[in-house]
């Protein structure tokens, strides 16, 4: 299992998410490998589940199950939207 | 022996930030496989950077050229990422010194202070220390002296840009538990007082309907490529194809040539913005990991799309703002006998959103307006007056984009004329700064600003 979080710049806050989904997962206990970048690499790169701010991820075509996130600092929204894809 | 030590490991930045990248994990008590690809890939983001500064380097150059040929006077584009990949050159070890130990310094003030801010935003820390570092080096002081005093400054500006913010995030945010870690500090406050005076905080950007049309240019690549292409060409228009023929691209065509160098930048850009992911990715959870559990109540100080969800009208509507005044702002800038800041799209779109949001929370629609309008007349002249200082790097084409570089940076550098003494004993000041406010009894907090 594959996780991508991204953002625009790839820096800042797809790396907070990052670490908020490594969270939530651990809490829903579940493996899974998680990395963060940015919106042009993530195009190329393989995952189960992309996740992003929501206004991102609805231009984010990609095949794969998309998580859009309201609040992207809010853990059990996380948990919430993850649960549906683990 | 000694010599291979001090010279060639500890003065490698690389494998310097390596060894602490190796620490953190070793700490962390990380897998031995985890340890071998964390320490290798914090290695691999600084060479990255040096390696992005190249290609950036000579398209700028390019630039340089086709602008002073067609306007008759310097343009420059800021760019964070590009002075901190040129900065590694010659600052490199001072650089990755004073960001570490600013972490530790940032640890330790919200450890004994009531400031509880975390400054998790690793890639503005690695510009502040570079700025630091060589607005320090400008002043005459260096070696441990510079390391210590830069660590302290960095460390105090961790925890005060978040602190003085705070207010106003919560404004936005709704909550105290989290804070703004960005330093783009000054131009959003600015923008939250200005919307506060001339605003009406009860009509809020929220109330209207904004085309979201505007949101692939966070994609930083796509939007870098753009301007830059843009920017080329008018450029190009105006240098004429002569010129660029003769001189620059070796006879091939005048537009294709500006294609390509704006490509070039763009690419020199994503590849430091690589580097700098590589570089960050191992020391932030370390710094966090660490923080969690020494400073008891530590709040998360956030980069700033964190606020973007809390009122996307805004940010489109900041960025737009911010951008208009930055390119009003060519015309302003030599009137005061300074170099041209070419607006880029990233500064005025990160920043500018950030100011509108901040500008709403304060003053509505009009303050999110006219907030991010000044805004974007600040990171204009900011960065033009900062230019002249950063001369040490030996490279005039770029300076700092966010306003919190330019005010600290040009604060220095002015200290500095008097005497380095001055400086030191500033940044001392500030230090004791959160400790004094913190020995204050309840009641006095809004003694802040």
Known sequence: MKILVMCGNGLGSSFMMELNVKKAIKELGVEAEVSHTDLTTAKSIEADIYIGAKDIMDNFKKEGNIVGLENIISVSEIKEKLAKFL | MLNVIMTDILGNPAILIGLFALVGLLIQKKDVSEIISGTLKTVMGFIILGAGAGVIVKSLESFGVMFDFAFGIQGVIPNNEAVVAVAQKTLGTETAMIMLLGMITNIIIARYTKFKYIFLTGHHTLFMACLISAILSVSGISGVTMVVLGSVLLGTLMVLSPAMMQKFTEEVTGTDEIALGHFGSFGYLLSAWVGKIAGDKSSSTETIKVPKKLSFLRDTSVSMALTMTLLYFIVSLFAGKEFIETTLSGGSNFMVYSFTQAIEFAVGVYIVLAGVRMLIAE???????????????????????????????????????????????????????????????????????????????????????????????????????????????????????????????????????????????????????????????????????
């Not at chain 2, 700092?400 to 550098?413: E, Q, R, S």
């Open chain 2, 283 to 449: 020391i932030v959870p370390a710094f966090k990991g660490i923080a969690d559990k020494v400073v008891p109540n530590a709040k998360p100080a956030l980069d700033c799309p964190t606020v973007f969800p809390f009122a996307p009208n805004a940010v489109i509507i900041g960025f737009l703002f911010s951008f208009i005044a930055g390119v009003i702002s060519i015309f302003l800038l030599p009137l005061f006998g300074l170099s041209v800041i070419v607006p880029g799209l990233i500064p005025h779109f990160f920043c500018g959103a950030t100011a509108g949001v901040y500008g709403n929370a304060t003053g509505g629609k009009r303050g999110a307006i006219i907030g991010s309008f000044i805004h974007g007349i600040a990171i204009s002249f900011l960065p033009a007056i900062l230019l002249p200082m950063l001369s040490i790097l030996g490279f005039s084409g770029t300076t700092f984009g966010d306003a919190d570089f330019g005010v600290v940076g040009i604060t220095l550098g002015n200290l500095a004329r008097i005497s380095p003494m001055v400086v030191i004993a500033s940044i001392i000041t500030l230090a004791c700064v959160p400790f004094i406010l913190s020995i204050k009894k309840p009641g006095a907090e809004a003694v802040t600003k």
